[in-house]
C-alpha cells in the first residue's frame, strides 16, 4: 500500500471500461490486458497501454497471475485494479503483487483468503457475534456427514460450493432422496469453477430478500457503510436486477444491518472495498451469507444514491488515505435500479448466447446509466460470463427510477445478438416488483419455465419486416431487385422467415419509398419517411414509428417498439428445406465443453432423459431428449471442444415421433 503513478487493470469488458474513467480523471496511466479473443475491446482501445496475456481460455490468461505480473512489469505499472470476478478474490495473487512491490487495490491477503471461504468466514463471523443462518461448515466433507447434517438442519437445505459465487456449485435440496445428487452436482461444478470442491450446508430461509451492504475501510482503522442494496431478483442465484436502497429496510434497520457489516469487517481487521451478503426473512431478522472482498457488479446503485465514486474511494484507500467521509456525513438520496443485460436466452432456461453485437446503440437521458464495453461488432464468446452490460436508472422516488429503467431499456438496441433485454422490461413491469415486494423466488414464481414466453410479434411488426427487406434489396442489393414487382397487376409472393416462423406477403411497390404490402389479405401502405441505413422512421397505415436495422448476410435483424427480431428472405428455398428438423438429433445448444455422455449406442432412452453436459459460460447445462428411441451414433467425446449447432448424439426415433 503506497503511493503508485500507472495502474494496470486486471480484468475485461465493463468493469475494465469503469475503472479506467476513474484511474484517468485522478490522473493516473492505464494498462489493460487482454486474451487474443479481445483484441479488439473496448477497454483495449480506452487505455493508455494495453498487452496481450494469452489465448482465449481464462486459465491461460485473466486468471494466469504470472502473465499479468509480467504485463506489470513490461509496462512499468506500479498498482493492479483487479475489478470482480477472475482474480478479485484470489489471495494468491494479491500476495504476487506485494512481493512484486506492485499495490494491489484491494485488502489484504489475509482477508481475502479468510473471506474467499465460506467455511471460514462462517466460522469467523459466529465468532465475531454476527447473526448466521444455521448450517453445517465443518471439514469432514463426508456424504454421511452432510445426510447427517441436513436431517439435524431441516429440509429443505442449501448446498453451496465452499470457495466461490455467483450461484456456481450451488443447489436447493427440497428432501434426502435429492441431497446426494446435489452433492456430486455440486461438487463437480465448484471444483471446474474454483479448483475447490468444498461444500456446506446452510437451511434454505423461505420467501427471503437478499440485502447487502457496501463497507470501506480504510489502514487507519476506521469502517463505514454505505447503506444497502437489494438483489433479490435472481436467476440461477445468479443476480439479474438490483436497487439502492431495499423498499423494505427502514432507517433502524439499516442501522442494525450496517453495524453488523461493520462488525464483520472489523473482525478480520479489513482495509478496502467489501460487500457483506445477509439474507433477510418475513420477520425482520437477518443473516450473514458472505463477504464479497472486492467491488460489486451492482455498485453503480450506491454510487447514484450517496454521490460518491467507489472506484475512487478505492484508489485513495490503496495509497494510504484515510476514508472520505465519516459514517455521519454518509446520507442516501433517491433511488436507482440496476438491471444486468446478459447474452442468453430467458425464454430458454436463460440459455448463455454467443454471436456477434451487429449493432449497439445504449440509451441515453436524464438519470440514465449505462455500463458496458461493447462497440458494433464485438464478438460474444463462450469464454467469459454472459452479462454483457448493465443499464441504471436514478430517480427522487423509486417509481421515478422504475419508469426511467425501463424507457432506458426498450431504447437500449442490441440488434444481433440474443439477449435478456425483454425479460428484464417484464421483470420491471411485474405488479409485484412494482409494488416493492419482490424476494428471491421472484423469477420462480412470477416466471416459471413454462410460462415464460417471448412478446409475440404484432402485425405491424411482421408487415415492418417486410418492408424493410425489399427496401434494403432495391437499394443495397441490385441482383435481387428483379424478384420484386412494381406492376399492379399479380405483385408476386414473397415468404420470410421472421423469428423462424415463415410468413407469405404479396408486395407492390407504389413509388420510391411506398409500398402495398398484403398480409394475411389485408393490405397495408408502408412508407419509409427517412432513413441513414440504421435508424428508421416508417409510416404504416399513417401511424409512425422509428425503428433500427443492421444487415447480417441474408438476414435482417429489426429493433422495433423495444424488440429485436430478424427477418430472412426464403423464397427461393423450397418449403422442405426451410422447415427441416432434427427430431433425433441432439445438438450443442452454444459453443463450450462437453463434460459428460451419459447414454451409449444402442441404448433406449425416452423424452427428458439426461444425455450429455456441456460446459460453457462458467456453468454446466444439461442437454435431454425430445424423443423416445434407440441411440444409433454419438458423435462426440468428452472434453471435446464443440461449437454450437454441432451433433453430439443421433437418436433414431421412435415410430410415433414421426408424424
Not at 479488439?40 to 491461460?60: K, M, S
Request: hydrophobic share 40%.
Amino acid at each position: 500500500m503506497g503511493d503508485f503513478s500507472k495502474i494496470l487493470i486486471a480484468n475485461r469488458g465493463e468493469i475494465a471500461c469503469r475503472i479506467i474513467k476513474t484511474a484517468k480523471m485522478m490522473g493516473y496511466d492505464t494498462v489493460a490486458v487482454f486474451s487474443e479473443a479481445d483484441r479488439d475491446a473496448l477497454h483495449v482501445e480506452l487505455a493508455d497501454e494495453a498487452v496481450c496475456i494469452g489465448p482465449a481460455a481464462v486459465t491461460e490468461s485473466y486468471l494466469n497471475i504470472s502473465s499479468i505480473i509480467e504485463a506489470a512489469r513490461r509496462t512499468g505499472a506500479d498498482a493492479i485494479h483487479p475489478g470482480y470476478g477472475f482474480l478479485s478474490e484470489n489471495a494468491d495473487f494479491a500476495s504476487k503483487c506485494n512481493d512484486s512491490n506492485i499495490t494491489f487495490v484491494g485488502p489484504s491477503a489475509v482477508a481475502i483468503d479468510v473471506m474467499g471461504n465460506k467455511a471460514e468466514a462462517k466460522r469467523r463471523m459466529i465468532a465475531a457475534n454476527v447473526p448466521c443462518i444455521p448450517g453445517y461448515e465443518e471439514r469432514d466433507q463426508s456424504d454421511s456427514r452432510f445426510v447427517d447434517a441436513a436431517t439435524k438442519i431441516g429440509f429443505p437445505v442449501m448446498v453451496k460450493a465452499a470457495a466461490g459465487g455467483g450461484g456456481r456449485g450451488m443447489r436447493l435440496v427440497e428432501n434426502n432422496d435429492q441431497l446426494l445428487r446435489a452433492l456430486e452436482g455440486a461438487r463437480s461444478e465448484a471444483k471446474n469453477a474454483f479448483g475447490s470442491d468444498e461444500l456446506i450446508l446452510e437451511k434454505a430461509v423461505v420467501n427471503a430478500r437478499h440485502i447487502e451492504i457496501q463497507i470501506f475501510a480504510d489502514s487507519q482503522g476506521n469502517t463505514v457503510h454505505l447503506g444497502e442494496r437489494d438483489c433479490s431478483i435472481q436467476r440461477r442465484h445468479q443476480k439479474v436486477i438490483e436497487e439502492a436502497p431495499s423498499p423494505v429496510v427502514s432507517d433502524e434497520l439499516r442501522e442494525k444491518m450496517g453495524a453488523a457489516a461493520v462488525a464483520a469487517a472489523k473482525a478480520i481487521n479489513y482495509v478496502g472495498a467489501g460487500t457483506v451478503e445477509f439474507l433477510l426473512a418475513e420477520d425482520g431478522s437477518f443473516y450473514f451469507l458472505e463477504m464479497n472482498t472486492r467491488l460489486q457488479v451492482e455498485h453503480p446503485v450506491t454510487e447514484l444514491i450517496t454521490g460518491y465514486d467507489l472506484v475512487e474511494w478505492q484508489l485513495r484507500i490503496a495509497r494510504g488515505e484515510r476514508l472520505p467521509e465519516l459514517q455521519e456525513n454518509i446520507n442516501l438520496s433517491g433511488h436507482a435500479i440496476e438491471a444486468r443485460l446478459y447474452a442468453e436466452d430467458p425464454y430458454k432456461n436463460f440459455l448463455p448466447r454467443v454471436g456477434k453485437l451487429l449493432k449497439w446503440i445504449p440509451s441515453e437521458g436524464e438519470g440514465l446509466r449505462t455500463d458496458h464495453g461493447l462497440k458494433d461488432g464485438f464478438e460474444i464468446t463462450p469464454h467469459y460470463d454472459a452479462m454483457i452490460a448493465k443499464v441504471i436508472a436514478y430517480g427522487e422516488t423509486r417509481e421515478d427510477a422504475r419508469r426511467r429503467l425501463i424507457r432506458s431499456l426498450n431504447k437500449t438496441v442490441d440488434l444481433g445478438l440474443t439477449t435478456n433485454r425483454q425479460f428484464l422490461i417484464d421483470c420491471l413491469k411485474n405488479e409485484t416488483f412494482a409494488k416493492g415486494l419482490a424476494t428471491t423466488d421472484f423469477i420462480d414464481k412470477e416466471f416459471p419455465k413454462k410460462r415464460r414466453k417471448k412478446p409475440p410479434l404484432q402485425i405491424r411488426h411482421k408487415i415492418l419486416a417486410a418492408a424493410l427487406t425489399l427496401h434494403e434489396k432495391r437499394f443495397k442489393s441490385n441482383s435481387l431487385t428483379n424478384n420484386w414487382c412494381s406492376s399492379p397487376i399479380s405483385p408476386p409472393k414473397v415468404k420470410l422467415l421472421i423469428d423462424e416462423e415463415p410468413h407469405e406477403f404479396q408486395i407492390e411497390l407504389l413509388s420510391t419509398n411506398r409500398y402495398a404490402i398484403d398480409y394475411d389479405t389485408d393490405i397495408s401502405i408502408v412508407e419509409i419517411l427517412n432513413e441513414d441505413g440504421v435508424n428508421y422512421r416508417i409510416s404504416i397505415e399513417e401511424q409512425h414509428l422509428s425503428c433500427q436495422i443492421v444487415h447480417e448476410e441474408n438476414c435482417l435483424h429489426i429493433c422495433a417498439d423495444g424488440l429485436q427480431f430478424s427477418a430472412s428472405d426464403i423464397t427461393l428455398l423450397s418449403a422442405n428445406a426451410a422447415s427441416q428438423s432434427a427430431d433425433g438429433a441432439v445438438v450443442a445448444p452454444m459453443n463450450g465443453k462437453l463434460l459428460a455422455i451419459e447414454v451409449s449406442e444402442g441404448e433406449r432412452v425416452k423424452p427428458g432423459q439426461l444425455i450429455t453436459t456441456l460446459e460453457a459460460m462458467k456453468m454446466e447445462h444439461e442437454i435431454t431428449s425430445r424423443v423416445s428411441g434407440v441411440v444409433k451414433k454419438i458423435h462426440a467425446k468428452v472434453d471435446d471442444q464443440v461449437a454450437s449447432r454441432t451433433i453430439l448424439v443421433e437418436i433414431e426415433p421412435d415410430q410415433e415421433n414421426a408424424n
